[in-house]
T-cell receptor, first 118, second 113 residues
Framework: GAVVSQHPSWVICKSGTSVKIECRSL??????MFWYRQFPKQSLMLMAT?????????EQGVEKDKFLINHASLTLSTLTVTSAHPEDSSFYIC??????????????FGAGSRLTVL | DQQVKQNSPSLSVQEGRISILNCDYT??????FLWYKKYPAEGPTFLIS?????DKNEDGRFTVFLNKSAKHLSLHIVPSQPGDSAVYFC????????????FGAGTQVVVTP
């Protein structure tokens, strides 16, 4: 089946540094990927829609200059948390549409990346 | 504003019995609903979905029921197995913005032998 890989799965950084998280579709091409964020015991919140070859679309309240998204190829989207602060510590998950006919309305999720900002 | 709500943070059920997970939503524009299962340190995996034009969808041990008038859906797992122990997320989306899902907070299911 469709597989989405995220890297790194766990990252710890100092406040003020930038962190890049990669989301790769391993066996399919994804023109659109989605980035979610999850705080402990809360639901996944959609941050932005990543579109291959064009600018990402951000949800209301998400700072686009803070969370830089680049979708340079059909198999890779990256999320860069710039000048990270402790409040950015969270679990970030990406998803991609697999494109399989039977799963037309199904998204494949990555395993997530846990960011801890000290 | 939370558009999808799972009011039960946890559920404990005996192996072989039925697990019933509930989900409520507020946005009448949602066209489809999905249930995802998540193990620790893994991403959510798709379980079952239902379109807003249906009221029931069944796949093996999993059945999803949709009550549009009540803006309520439920997932039934029968019989429950120890491997079903996980966090279950309810999610909803609309056709005009496919892939942009609103998630509930999840329900932790524990199936005891």
């Amino acid at each position: 089946g469709a597989v989405v890989s995220q890297h790194p799965s766990w990252v710890i950084c100092k406040s003020g540094t930038s962190v890049k998280i990669e989301c790769r579709s391993l066996d399919f091409q994804a023109t659109t990927m989605f980035w979610y964020r999850q705080f402990p015991k809360q639901s996944l919140m959609l941050m932005a829609t990543s579109n291959e070859g064009s600018k990402a679309t951000y949800e209301q309240g998400v700072e686009k200059d803070k969370f830089l998204i680049n979708h340079a190829s059909l198999t890779l989207s990256t999320l860069t948390v710039t000048s990270a602060h402790p409040e950015d510590s969270s679990f970030y998950i990406c998803s991609a549409r697999s494109g399989f006919p039977s799963g037309a309305n199904v998204l494949t999720f990555g395993a997530g990346s846990r960011l801890t900002v000290l | 504003d939370q558009q999808v709500k799972q009011n039960s943070p946890s559920l404990s059920v005996q192996e072989g019995r039925i697990s019933i997970l509930n989900c409520d939503y507020t946005n009448s524009m949602f066209d489809y609903f999905l249930w995802y299962k998540k193990y620790p340190a893994e991403g959510p995996t798709f379980l079952i979905s239902i379109s807003s034009i249906k009221d029931k969808n069944e796949d093996g041990r999993f059945t999803v029921f949709l009550n549009k008038s009540a803006k309520h859906l439920s997932l039934h797992i029968v019989p429950s197995q120890p491997g079903d122990s996980a966090v279950y997320f309810c999610a909803a989306g609309s056709a005009d913005s496919w892939g942009k899902l609103q998630f509930g907070a999840g329900t932790q299911v524990v199936v005891t032998p």
